[in-house]
């Protein structure tokens, strides 16, 4: 058996962006890596068989027609940074090479096919050229030079002005174009201060549902919903903005419109949506079907790339993803508001599509990398359909997880452990204790790269969901104001139970270590116990009266997440905040953090570390140029070795015996 | 006449390094201009009578060789970035002051920062080395290429061990050294004598021994230094002072005996005023020359037009001569075992001396000039000017003049000025601006100040003062520890107060208050308890000092110290003394001017403050500049300092101007 290598993630394959064509074939990206990046192809399933389109790099794309694609694609040339461009392409799924079709003067982010020839286009726009898509050549060139002219300065007049993972956003919206090819005709659909989140399309084409708000200054994450004539563009307003969060939309019938929409007065921020109806006409708004469970995939893994549809319209309802307990399933939302249970997975689902007959996943099952697989909703039986992965892990280690509950209150929390390679019981064995981010995120037995690569390298590996996580409803997510506490309880009841039911674990060799949240319950725990050898904190939070006031949701998820903010108790705000606890650490602590995380920001990491070296603790930093707060799971490949090499380095320093180190 | 413009500055010519030729008949000193690429750094000669250009720009820095040679170190194309960021490198230069162009010497495989001549053939330099590699200067070839190679592949990464790792207008400085060097000019032979984990602050050589300020660390780059005395000739080394025991400022040798500018910070904290003390280096003992809480060995006084200074004390056989702010005009001092005496006061500021030909020089300003070159002559006791750099430009051009006026608070009165438009119109009402000073312990002075004579041009009135923490006037009336945010807001108020009775012409519905750093913390403070201030431009500013000790280059030394507490011993005490708190108060529209590579001030101190009053439906906005620092107002490139001045202007317009309401 082989080890689980620190770059294994390298050699896979990742699969997003399931999409079927009218009568029902999968079409889908394959992202890879190679030289140092990744890169996106285009497949559909022919005769049964996956089959390679494209061999660009392509990421959005829509079936025009049963054999037919047309895709957004960077070919030749290079693009200008200060120009606004998209080119497309259209290639045939029975053969040839792709064409290249048009380009228009816009950052397509988005694209709704209405019929062929004619799309629905979000594009993002930047407001100090609001009308770049219609201006003359001379004129672009103007704008051209003056952002050149700019480029040493950054603007701030809104909020959120960046968000993580797209850097500085002030100014920007995503507005939308309606594109007529034959007259090679681009129109807007709305103000440019408006911004869309979605669009979705009625089943006769005549229609666009909208979700999204104008702002000025302040983004409001409470958007409001509305009805376009794509006949007469005119539209109406179903919902005024400033009353629900939208999860998703889309279209029952030509006259009504399904919903899933929270109001967050019961569990703030977080809370999982309701679904409503509304009528297309009028707004009236009817609660369909109440909901405490997560709406989409609540199981985190690092071998994921890409994103694809959790929800669809499918043959009796609104067949959608959700995770219960630590397992995916399908379920389906009828008319009628009752819920039926299409189908449970052992694994993770990533992506969704349904015709009358068949459910497709882009699913992680058992152990295994993502595949497309198929669902008969007749037989009910389950094919996988694609192999990409199947090599990857042939003849290596992979560690089963073993659950180990606890309960928890009126909860129990689930947790897993993982034996290292070639596990011997009669030896002594250091250990990870990994915690997951959000905190509203689920670990499951999935296959995680990290995790996997430790139980290669001689340590048992535990995790599990404290409550905070997903996958158990609104109240075992609900942690507001309570961060550090019952969470904190979990885990270490959690770190218990497992040293009980592993005697092999030497309980002075254990290291924690967690990113976003993980990071922040990494940083709270060294503060308040010593029995963790060594810790790693990524990506991290110390001190939360700073990151509301500067994180990219600081005013929309962090305060709400501490049920205070700096003027209404800040006593409450810094009771959650580990720094507060920075003069109690003992743990030698390694900080990974990136420049471009706006999420969790690098000054987080900072004030633990400073204050942690001020107090004579050992700490070590390592800082990531270029990388945003993704970088375990989107950052350049070279990038995530370095990241874990770092960590295991730490623990290898701390929780192995000096003897081993050496080799 | 011409009115100062949005870039006037790029006119003036700033003046520092003033160093005397060995025989004292002459100085030469650097000149800089400020230009799109650059600030572009010229050699110059003068004798008293003539001042001459004696090299292109691009110039570092120089020591006079000998009488007739000087060396300098040279980035020959501006705007050249190093030719390996990885590398070290300083190429040397020697001209005649006699005539001809330079020529090149040698390049030396060091970064070097600071240099003496030690003897005919060798110098003394301190560069900065990395602990990856301290050695790297005294390596082959081709081991510094696998140096290079390997710090290259390390380029995406910054790994942190230290604290504090960044410094402002350094950047990332963790793992950095200053390290002390032989060089030996005729054959290139390079030796080392520091040790690779200690930092040389400072260094002097006299007769064979060099005395120098030393910091020895692993982990924690405390303030305080050593003093080490280094005999090159029997290469014996000792500590003089140890580690710890006090901040060292300038360092020299007096008779054979090490003099140096030092503080305990026992009673006043990380901000106390050094003292002058003397010390037999061979038999330990320390007695002090001049006991004071005064500042002193540095002018205080403020101003945007100057770029670099040099040597603010000299230190000779004789006596100690020593620059030293009284109130907000400099003087300067000689001290000896006697006693101390002002030998000049200056109405302005001075930012180098220097003694030439029996006569004290120095550059500075005064009488609301730009800098030039000076001098003193003790016999006459009088003051010559020496250089004419701006004569022309001054002639031609309306400056305003700074009113002084003092402001009586009780037990203390108050500096403060008062710049009106030159045209002044008695019968008008005008708009006008509040201006804070950084620091807190810095001083406003009666000196030419760009962006206030700008406003003034502009058809504002400015108005300054010097708050109790701010230097000039001793210790206490500096100390400010504990207690920001009160009695300095209560000085300010009053100030502000006194102005609008002196000046009935100010219209008090358009009143806009500005400042940079403390300048700035003051601002994000005074919109939070007053809305007397109609706009507000908060420059460099702190929000939230807990978050501050956190990320800037000083937290555990200079913000827990002016805080009086840390986030473990008194967290409301700081987020007593934080803007922040108040942000849910503020109404004034405020415009935030902040550098993405400020360490002194993290741009994130800005952020939270834009963010929390955006949050409570302020009027806001933000201006970030790249590639800048904490001083992107004095040092910052031509057209960022155009642009910062443009945002601040155009903020006010919006909000005080007249035309804006109607």
Redesign the interface.
Known sequence: MNKITIDHFQRMQFLSALVLSPAGQPAWVRTQIENDAYTGQLFVLDHDQPKQLTSGNESLFVWDDEKTLLFISNRGEKPQPEAESTTFYRIRTDGGEAVKVFTLPLKVRQIVPIKQGLYVLTAQIDLTAADYWKMSEAEREAVHRRRKAEADYQIVSEQPYYQDGAGYTNGLRSRLFLYDEARNELKPLCEPQFHVSRAVVSPDHNHLAISGAPFVTIRQPKEGLYRMDLNTLKSDCLLEPGQFSIAEIQWLSETQILAAMSDQKRYGAVENPFFYTLDAHTGKRELLAENEESLGSALGSDCQYGSGKQTQMGPDGLFMVHTLGAFDEVRCLKADGTWRTIMQLDGSIQALAVTDERLWLIAMLGQKLPELVCFNLKTNELHPMTAFNEAVLADCYVAEPEPLSIPASEFQVDGWVLKPKDYDPNQKYPAILNIHGGPKAAYGPVFFHEMQFWASEGYFVMFCNPRGSNGKGNAFAELRGLYGTIDYDDLMNFTDAVLAAYPAIDAERIGVTGGSYGGYMTNWMIGHTDRFAAAASQRSIANWVSLICYADIGFTFDNDQMGADPWSDVQKVWDQSPLQFADKAKTPTLFIHSFEDYRCLLQEGMQMYNALVHHGVEARMCLFNGESHGLSRIGKPSHRVRRLQEITAWMDRWCKPATENKS | MNKVTIDFFDQAHFLSNLKASPDGLRAAFLECQCRDEGYAKSLYLCDGDHTARLTSDGVMDYVWENDQMILFSARRRMGQKDSSPYGEQTDLYRIDIQGGEARPLISLPLAIEQMEKLNERELLVTAEVRKDCPDFALLTEKERQDVIDRRKAE???????????VLDGSGFIEGTRSRLFRVDLGDGKIEALSEPLESVSQFTVADGRVLMSVKKFE??RGEQDGLVCLDLVTNQRRWLIEQGRMRIRQIGWRRGQAVFFASENKTFGTTENPKLYQLDVETGEIRCLLDTENHIGSSAVMTDVIYGSGRQVLFSDEAVLAVHTDRYADEILRIDEHGSAAVLSWPGAIQAIETVNGQLWLIGLQDQKLQELYGWDPATKTVRQLTHFHDELLAETEIAKPEHFMVSRGSYELDGWILKPADFDEKRSYPAILDIHGGPKTAYGEVFFHEMQFWAAQGYIVFFCNPTGSDGRGDRFADLRGRYGQIDYEDLMAFTDAVLDRVPQIDTRRLGVTGGSYGGYMTNWIIGHTDRFSAAASQRSI??W??M???DDC??TFDTDQMDAD??KG??KI?DQSP??F??KVKAPTV?IHSFEDYSC?I?EG??????I??HGVE????????ESHGLSRIG?R??RV?RLREMTDWFDHYLKETAHE
């Not at chain 2, 952020?607 to 929390?612: H, R, T």
């Not at chain 2, 806001?620 to 590639?627: D, E, S, T, V």
């Open positions: 380029e995406d990464y910054q790994v942190v061990t230290e604290s504090p790792f982990v924690v929000a939230n807990v978050s000790i956190g990320t937290g555990f986030p473990w967290m409301l987020w922040l708190q942000a849910d935030f993290p994130q952020m939270q403050m834009y963010n929390a955006v949050h806001a906005r933000m201006c970030l500049f790249k590639g490139k057209h960022h642009r």
